[in-house]
T-cell receptor, first 116, second 115 residues
Framework: AQKVTQAQTEISVVEKEDVTLDCVYE???????LFWYKQPPSGELVFLIRRNSFDEQNEISGRYSWNFQKSTSSFNFTITASQVVDSAVYFC?????????????FGAGTILRVKS | DAGVIQSPRHEVTEMGQEVTLRCKPISGHNSLFWYRQTMMRGLELLIY????????DSGMPEDRFSAKMPNASFSTLKIQPSEPRDSAVYFC?????????????FGPGTRLTVT
């Protein structure tokens, strides 16, 4: 069965520090998709990125970068030069394919607190 | 384009009352999901629909919960009778469910408090 583990329950950093959020997944599927979502204090869940299992290239978007390593079943998320507005709960998720294909399994989330 | 719309945003009700939560998915999306989020259990998938048909309702807690999707642009989640332990934030999400496009877009959530 699919499983997503976010071992870091809570991380606190000072503004401008870099921070990496870990995500480890388990799946028997050969094709799958990984996602990161952000849940700021206002409560909504915001989609950040999707990565498919065939594409192991790292991705960078502004201060955000993602490192996908199939060999270690990890999909880590790094925020460079963190800002207070990055304070949120971050969820990693894995697609459960088959049938209609797009059920997501979410990790427990990591609370990120960025202090000024 | 409008995102996923949920109503009401907040609902306070007394134990035993019926509660109906509503969701309008993003136009053109063919999959719709209902989630519940609590501190204790995190984000749980309750049920999901594909092309208006319920596919997996294994997450629905018990018979007090029911969900319908009468057409592609509307879904309801009903709790009858409600209990204090149903207090949570309920999210609706939709996706296109096309190969390579599996990300789900979430509504703002309905915060339900049952007293």
């Amino acid at each position: 069965a699919q499983k997503v583990t976010q071992a870091q329950t809570e991380i606190s950093v000072v503004e401008k520090e870099d921070v990496t959020l870990d995500c480890v997944y388990e799946t028997r599927d050969t094709t799958y998709y990984l996602f990161w979502y952000k849940q700021p204090p206002s409560g909504e869940l915001v989609f950040l990125i999707r990565r498919n299992s065939f594409d192991e290239q790292n991705e960078i978007s502004g201060r955000y970068s993602w490192n996908f390593q199939k060999s270690t079943s990890s999909f880590n998320f790094t925020i460079t030069a963190s800002q207070v507005v990055d304070s949120a709960v971050y969820f990693c998720a894995l697609s459960e394919l088959g049938g209609y294909g797009n059920k997501l399994v979410f990790g427990a989330g990591t609370i990120l607190r960025v202090k000024s | 384009d409008a995102g996923v719309i949920q109503s009401p945003r907040h609902e306070v009700t007394e134990m035993g009352q019926e509660v109906t939560l509503r969701c309008k998915p993003i136009s053109g999306h063919n999959s719709l999901f209902w989630y519940r989020q609590t501190m204790m259990r995190g984000l749980e998938l309750l049920i999901y629909f594909n092309n208006n048909v319920p596919i997996d309702d294994s997450g629905m807690p018990e018979d007090r919960f029911s969900a319908k999707m009468p057409n592609a642009s509307f879904s309801t989640l009903k709790i009858q009778p409600s209990e204090p332990r149903d207090s949570a934030v309920y999210f609706c999400a939709s996706s296109l469910a096309r190969t390579g496009d599996y990300e789900q877009y979430f509504g703002p959530g309905t915060r339900l408090t049952v007293t």
